[in-house]
């Protein structure tokens, strides 16, 4: 009996992914549970376990292809091994494309429907408000009524036409997760007002305080002490004396957020993604360094899962790992504050009254200039300037 491998949910609003790559070929056999297809969406990748035991007997999709949630991305001939898989002369057809909101239809009343079939509605941004998430005829009718949001700024079209270097290159297709990430850096630069301040930090005695604990750190808690941890236990102290860095920007309304989600940006197999390290206020040293080692760990291996990168409220990038003197990094949004880090260098600074070399590094942060002003942004700069030099003030909470 074949056994259809279907495109699971895919998270909250994302209705399509592609094809990355196929772990089986057509004949193979697979175990139940096992990993058969990878699926790529703009935020995160996914492994499409096989839901039986058996031979891969059909592919519907090749890799490169878009596919919908729900849609048969191939069959599995249940109980049989390799050898007795027949390889489909080629490969089936692909499903038609799904109405938009198929994936929502079951959750929706009748009336709502068809308000939404006739007004061409996009249900997948339809919030219901129904019991259990239902979504209604005046859900769909308020999202007719609201405001269009501005269409994004595209990067300019790759040149059609001949190349004269063309036996030369190599044109690959961007993945949907580096699309998404060019997007959102467009959107960011043209929606917010951007700008950045900088400040040097004297890294002493964070490095000080490292090489007297390290060892034992490492041997009660079972992680290295990076600086991360501090930076981070530095930013939230900042973001509560100047919350509005911690806040955002909804339409004619400012949302102040009295929680701490910090993102951290990371370099996974496939791009630039931003784990979220949830309520880092309430976390000690020790369970920052875990938690932010376990996030880079799963980012590396393409094993976050949407959740981990939704709803940070402050980001923190640290360019100074692949050697970045200085930076002017860009906004996340909708968050209106980002904190770039930077490589550490003996640099000759005056203290005292005297020239000594001192382990600096300089720290920049971007911040939307709609709702923070020049003041606030230094002064938040300067706030983590002085708990990351005088690490006993995160300690002391002071």
């Avoid at 007997?57 to 292809?65: A, C, P, R, T, V």
């Avoid at 005829?137 to 790759?158: N, Y």
């Avoid at 376990?294 to 959740?307: M, S, V, Y």
């Avoid at 000759?348 to 923070?372: C, K, N």
Wanted: charged share 25%.
């Amino acid at each position: 009996m074949a056994v259809e491998l279907k495109v699971p949910p895919l998270g909250e609003s994302i209705t399509e992914a592609v094809v990355g790559k196929w772990n089986k070929k057509m004949g193979d056999a697979v175990s139940a549970d096992e990993p058969l297809v990878v699926l790529e969406t703009d935020k995160v990748t996914i492994d499409v376990p096989a839901p039986t035991a058996g031979a891969l007997s059909s592919i519907s999709f090749k890799e490169g292809d878009k596919v919908r949630v729900g849609e048969v991305l191939g069959l599995i001939e249940a109980g049989a091994g390799a050898s007795a898989a027949k390889p489909a002369a080629a490969a089936a057809p692909a499903p038609a494309p799904a109405p938009a909101g198929a994936s929502v239809d079951a959750r929706m009343t009748p009336t709502a429907r068809k308000v939404a079939e006739e007004n061409q509605v996009d249900l997948t941004q339809v919030k219901g408000s129904g019991a259990g998430g239902r979504i209604t005829k005046e859900d769909v009718l308020g999202q007719i009524s609201r405001p269009a949001a501005p269409a994004p700024v595209q990067a300019p079209a790759v040149p059609s036409g001949p190349r004269p270097n063309a036996a030369r290159e190599e044109r690959v297709r961007m993945t949907p997760l580096r699309k998404r990430v060019a997007e959102r850096l467009i959107q960011a630069q043209s929606t917010a007002a951007m700008l950045t301040t900088f400040n040097e930090v004297d890294m002493g005695e964070v490095m000080a305080l490292r090489k007297k604990y390290n060892d034992k750190f490492q041997a009660k808690h079972g992680v290295k002490l990076g600086f991360m941890s501090f930076f981070i236990r530095a930013s939230v102290e900042a973001l509560k004396a100047f919350p509005q860095i911690n806040a955002e920007i909804d339409g004619e309304d400012v949302i102040f957020k009295h929680y701490y989600d910090i993102g951290v940006a990371v370099s996974g197999s496939r791009g630039l993604v931003v784990p979220v390290v949830r309520n880092a206020d309430k976390l000690g040293l020790a369970d920052l360094e875990k938690t932010v080692g376990e996030l880079g760990t799963r980012a590396r291996n393409d094993k976050l899962g949407l959740a981990d990168l939704q709803g940070g409220t402050f980001t923190i990038t640290n360019g100074g790992i692949f050697g970045s003197m200085l930076s002017t990094p860009i906004l996340n949004p909708p968050q209106t504050g980002i904190l770039g880090m930077h490589n550490i260098v003996d640099r000759p600074v005056v203290r005292d009254g005297q020239i000594v070399i001192r382990p600096i590094m300089f720290v920049a942060l971007t911040y939307d200039h709609r709702l923070v002003d020049g003041r606030e942004a230094v002064q938040f700069l300067v706030r983590v300037k002085e708990c990351i030099e005088d690490p006993e003030r995160l300690l002391l909470d002071v």
